[in-house]
């Protein structure tokens, strides 16, 4: 499956943003998909998964809150919906699909990403 990540760009602190990754090449609702963030330095970071079905979603204790993970299976399409960003939030995001769960292993197809830039 391949999946293209958008929505990035350059926010304020206290903004929000919504980011989208569209799939295709596999039947979507095959895949649980999960979003990934990598800050400059650091390893890549678990931010928020959704099963196939949508019914099951979980998210990181740092974003728990203020992120919200969500799916629209007939558009092949997740979405990460960012409030209340911080300037520790700045990361390139990346989509992802597999299995359910915050290992970046259970993941076999990942998008290129997608920069977030929160400025203070």
């Known amino acids: 499956v391949q999946l293209q990540a958008s929505g990035g760009g350059l926010v304020q602190a206290g903004d929000s943003l919504r980011l989208s990754c569209a799939a295709s090449g596999r039947t979507f609702n095959n895949y649980a998909m999960a979003w990934f963030r990598q800050a400059p330095g650091k390893e890549r970071e678990f931010v928020a998964t959704?099963?196939?079905?949508?019914?099951?979603?979980y998210h990181s204790d740092s974003v728990k809150g203020r992120f919200i993970i969500s799916r629209d299976n007939a558009k092949s399409t997740v979405y990460l919906r960012m409030n209340f960003l911080k300037v520790e939030d700045t990361a390139v995001y990346y989509c992802?699909?597999?299995?359910?769960?915050?290992?970046?292993?259970?993941?076999?197809?990942w998008g290129q990403g997608t920069l977030v830039t929160v400025s203070s």
């Open positions: 959704i099963s196939q079905s949508g019914s099951s979603v």
């Open positions: 992802a699909a597999g299995r359910l769960g915050p290992n970046p292993e259970y993941y076999d197809y």
